[in-house]
């Protein structure tokens, strides 16, 4: 067991950071062969994140300015030539666009792959129908926004209908019926469709997969009624000891564990929305995003795309709810932690491209790590 724990803790320090990408390489053509099946294609692609990661900074000159990244960035800013250009109202930070254009050139480079899927017609229907279905379509400001559950897609919903004018502010204090109200691509013809595809302005935002993960947990395992009765009934009778035909179950008390080992069972393209990967919801390869922004820079990134579509200057993107319950570092330590390894490493896998697409490093899982 020892050199796959080693390949995945080496694995999440892919970053911007030279001495990583280095650190990586040794390990990669250490130990491949012994690991499972799995791991040469997330090894695959590592080296090609870490590599354009690399070539990127060669070409930008900065691997000698990068020896101290600052995490505050200082005050020191610094803006690329014309990417961002006029619309970009704060200063970027270095860091973050860096890793913009990594993640773009990563994705471009995978999605060449001959097995990847190039345009949303070369998808199975079924892949073809989600993706469509969580493609929200404003006419006005000739954007189209793929929306991930838990990434603050209930607000980009109602910056959406303020835009179209169904909702009078982004603020408005209401639960809303997302149904109505909002133009999906799937309700479009074929022709309208690839016209959009063609012309508009296509945007995602993606979070940590792990963290959006314990987040839709927490959420409908924690508070959603319908939620336990549709999902936990059926996974505490599952994987729960001498429970299958137990009729007293609420479903109310799953463990985090218990939907881990759930979800190794559940097919990525049937998945419940709230826990699909990212990359099937939204399919990357298939549709050239424009921009995809991150959860982590949530508030800087939407206020770009607000300037990007030309949305009126009152309209802002929605402050967070005050009920709203972040996961932070710590909790999901907690519950990566407290899960048996194991589940963690064969999980990895199903959210391989999330991970490595959207450039985030895979989670640390040496003991080691979890001692803290
Ligand atoms: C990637 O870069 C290209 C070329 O600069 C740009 O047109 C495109 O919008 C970028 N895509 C993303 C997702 O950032
Ligand atoms: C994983 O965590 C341990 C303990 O905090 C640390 O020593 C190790 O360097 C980490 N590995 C990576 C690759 O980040």
């Given at each position: 067991?020892?050199?796959?724990?080693?390949?995945?803790?080496?694995?999440?320090?892919?970053?911007?950071?030279?001495?990583?990408?280095?650190?990586?390489?040794?390990?990669?053509?250490?130990?491949?062969?012994?690991?499972?099946?799995?791991?040469?294609?997330?090894?695959?692609?590592?080296?090609?994140?870490?590599?354009?990661?690399?070539?990127?900074?060669?070409?930008?000159?900065?691997?000698?300015?990068?020896?101290?990244?600052?995490?505050?960035?200082?005050?020191?800013?610094?803006?690329?030539?014309?990417?961002?250009?006029?619309?970009?109202?704060?200063?970027?930070?270095?860091?973050?666009?860096?890793?913009?254009?990594?993640?773009?050139?990563?994705?471009?480079?995978?999605?060449?792959?001959?097995?990847?899927?190039?345009?949303?017609?070369?998808?199975?229907?079924?892949?073809?129908?989600?993706?469509?279905?969580?493609?929200?379509?404003?006419?006005?400001?000739?954007?189209?926004?793929?929306?991930?559950?838990?990434?603050?897609?209930?607000?980009?919903?109602?910056?959406?209908?303020?835009?179209?004018?169904?909702?009078?502010?982004?603020?408005?204090?209401?639960?809303?019926?997302?149904?109505?109200?909002?133009?999906?691509?799937?309700?479009?013809?074929?022709?309208?469709?690839?016209?959009?595809?063609?012309?508009?302005?296509?945007?995602?935002?993606?979070?940590?997969?792990?963290?959006?993960?314990?987040?839709?947990?927490?959420?409908?395992?924690?508070?959603?009624?319908?939620?336990?009765?549709?999902?936990?009934v059926e996974i505490v009778k599952r994987y729960r000891k001498g429970r299958a035909k137990d009729t007293s179950i609420?479903g109310?008390?799953?463990?985090?564990?218990?939907?881990?080992?759930?979800?190794?069972?559940?097919?990525?393209?049937?998945?419940?929305?709230?826990?699909?990967?990212?990359?099937?919801?939204?399919?990357?390869?298939?549709?050239?995003?424009?921009?995809?922004?991150?959860?982590?820079?949530?508030?800087?990134?939407?206020?770009?795309?607000?300037?990007?579509?030309?949305?009126?200057?009152?309209?802002?993107?929605?402050?967070?709810?005050?009920?709203?319950?972040?996961?932070?570092?710590?909790?999901?330590?907690?519950?990566?932690?407290?899960?048996?390894?194991?589940?963690?490493?064969?999980?990895?896998?199903?959210?391989?491209?999330?991970?490595?697409?959207?450039?985030?490093?895979?989670?640390?899982?040496?003991?080691?790590?979890?001692?803290?």
């Amino acid at each position: 067991m020892a050199p796959r724990r080693q390949e995945y803790g080496a694995a999440r320090s892919v970053g911007a950071r030279n001495s990583s990408v280095l650190g990586f390489r040794t390990v990669s053509s250490g130990s491949v062969r012994r690991g499972s099946a799995v791991l040469p294609s997330v090894l695959t692609f590592l080296v090609i994140v870490a590599s354009g990661g690399l070539l990127l900074m060669i070409e930008k000159g900065m691997l000698n300015s990068m020896q101290t990244p600052s995490p505050r960035g200082n005050g020191q800013r610094l803006r690329f030539s014309g990417q961002v250009g006029k619309h970009d109202a704060a200063a970027v930070d270095v860091e973050s666009q860096i890793l913009q254009e990594i993640r773009n050139r990563t994705i471009r480079s995978m999605c060449r792959q001959k097995n990847m899927p190039h345009s949303i017609w070369s998808l199975s229907p079924l892949q073809r129908k989600t993706l469509l279905q969580h493609i929200l379509v404003n006419d006005e400001y000739r954007f189209l926004y793929c929306y991930v559950p838990k990434v603050a897609c209930s607000n980009w919903k109602r910056v959406l209908k303020v835009l179209s004018g169904a909702l009078e502010s982004v603020g408005v204090n209401i639960k809303m019926d997302h149904r109505s109200d909002l133009l999906f691509l799937s309700s479009l013809k074929p022709d309208e469709i690839r016209y959009r595809l063609r012309h508009y302005f296509k945007f995602m935002f993606v979070r940590e997969p792990m963290e959006r993960l314990l987040s839709a947990y927490r959420n409908k395992f924690g508070e959603i009624e319908s939620y336990q009765k549709k999902y936990g009934v059926e996974i505490v009778k599952r994987y729960r000891k001498g429970r299958a035909k137990d009729t007293s179950i609420t479903g109310d008390d799953v463990t985090f564990a218990e939907f881990v080992r759930y979800l190794l069972d559940e097919d990525v393209e049937r998945m419940n929305e709230h826990w699909m990967p990212m990359y099937n919801l939204c399919q990357p390869c298939a549709v050239s995003y424009d921009f995809i922004g991150s959860y982590e820079h949530l508030e800087r990134d939407a206020e770009f795309v607000l300037q990007r579509v030309g949305a009126p200057s009152d309209v802002h993107f929605p402050e967070r709810q005050t009920w709203y319950k972040p996961v932070t570092t710590e909790t999901l330590h907690y519950y990566l932690c407290s899960l048996p390894q194991k589940l963690l490493r064969e999980l990895l896998p199903k959210y391989i491209l999330d991970f490595s697409l959207f450039l985030y490093p895979l989670p640390n899982t040496t003991t080691e790590h979890c001692r803290h």
